[in-house]
Nanobody
Framework: QVQLVESGGGLVQPGGSLRLSCTAS???????MVWHRQAPGKQREFVAF???????NYADSVKGRFTISRDNAKNTVYLQMNSLKPEDTAVYYC?????????WGKGTPVTVSS
């Protein structure tokens, strides 16, 4: 079993920045960590991932604005979000996958509004 705790969400004005964190109860050293988000009334969608070798990939909608990073010593993955837009409003979740098991946190809400 893996527990994930996301934090760092909140209310921010358009153009602002937030840094999300996701801390795992187990080592993330060999794990590809993934951020997803779910906007009200929409399906959960992929945002970004980072592999154990620090390769990254992003959804087109956030490319150039969001940066994913990891600190294995802290079992934590981060999502730096800049130039936020109202359409980035969602609950943000991180995912930890081992074999065929997916573990999710409870999410942290992000609201982008003036």
């Amino acid at each position: 079993q893996v527990q994930l705790v996301e934090s760092g969400g909140g209310l921010v004005q358009p153009g602002g920045s937030l840094r999300l964190s996701c801390t795992a109860s187990r080592s993330i050293f060999s794990i590809t960590m993934v951020w997803h988000r779910q906007a009200p009334g929409k399906q959960r969608e992929f945002v970004a991932f980072i592999t154990s070798s620090h390769s990254t990939n992003y959804a087109d909608s956030v490319k150039g604005r969001f940066t994913i990073s990891r600190d294995n010593a802290k079992n934590t993955v981060y999502l730096q979000m800049n130039s936020l837009k109202p359409e980035d409003t969602a609950v943000y979740y991180c995912r930890y996958t081992v074999g065929n098991m997916n573990y999710w946190g409870k999410g942290t809400p992000v609201t982008v509004s003036s």
